[in-house]
T-cell receptor
Framework: RKEVEQDPGPFNVPEGATVAFNCTYS??????FFWYRQDCRKEPKLLMS???SGNEDGRFTAQLNRASQYISLLIRDSKLSDSATYLC????????????FGQGTTLQVKP | DAGITQSPRYKITETGRQVTLMCHQT?????MFWYRQDLGHGLRLIYY???????DKGEVPDGYVVSRSKTENFPLTLESATRSQTSVYFC???????????FGPGTRLTVT
């Protein structure tokens, strides 16, 4: 089983739709959680950190469920410019803060 | 404020040649990382460094060498390039206090 898993998609949604991605992790000692966005094999860019209480940044909401060992990303009112690959990343206790990445979920927002 | 840069951005080399990929950051981040990204494998950690003169292996270190004589630079050397090392290579850095990593623009390497 992979340490961090994501549904690769693609998720094809119309503009204005709400879409959610999940990311599961296997190590219950996981400490920190992040969502990155990657466009067309460019560098991953930090979208948001995921806090225990959940956090929101505009149309984006991130949640953490420690009991079920997953994090989620919700995108409301999807824009064409949201089309990208979304990578989740997790650090585990004692691994010096190395990020373990999921393989990414591809989102295509259609007009 | 350049942040984190990589050079070259594109490189074509032949099997068996030595090639060095450069990574430079201006944030004085203590941690630096090298990843490769391939279809079907996602981002995989090659090597990382917690500080100058401190390096450690990641998930896929074979065939690679790193050094870190200065905090701002973290070169990655392929000692004898193989076709399986054709990939996109990303450098990243972070401060010691937080785990958020910031990535360079990448180097697309082709080994023929």
């Amino acid at each position: 089983r992979k340490e961090v898993e994501q549904d690769p998609g693609p998720f094809n949604v119309p503009e204005g739709a709400t879409v959610a991605f999940n990311c599961t992790y296997s190590n219950s000692a996981s400490q920190s959680f992040f969502w990155y966005r990657q466009d067309c094999r460019k560098e991953p860019k930090l979208l948001m950190s995921v806090y225990s209480s959940g956090n929101e940044d505009g149309r984006f909401t991130a949640q953490l469920n420690r009991a079920s060992q997953y994090i989620s990303l919700l995108i409301r009112d999807s824009k064409l410019s949201d089309s990208a690959t979304y990578l989740c990343a997790v650090t585990f206790s004692g691994n010096t803060g190395k990020l373990i990445f999921g393989q990414g979920t591809t989102l295509q927002v259609k007009p | 404020d350049a942040g984190i840069t990589q050079s070259p951005r594109y490189k074509i080399t032949e099997t068996g040649r030595q090639v060095t990929l450069m990574c430079h950051q201006t944030w004085s981040h203590s941690y630096m990382f090298w990843y490769r990204q391939d279809l079907g494998h996602g981002l995989r950690l090659i090597y990382y460094s917690a500080a100058a003169d401190i390096t450690d292996k990641g998930e896929v270190p074979d065939g690679y060498v790193v050094s870190r004589s200065k905090t701002e630079n973290f070169p990655l050397t392929l000692e004898s390039a193989t076709r399986s090392q054709t990939s996109v290579y990303f450098c990243a850095s972070r401060s010691g206090a937080i785990y958020e990593q910031y990535f360079g623009p990448g180097t697309r390497l082709t080994v023929t």
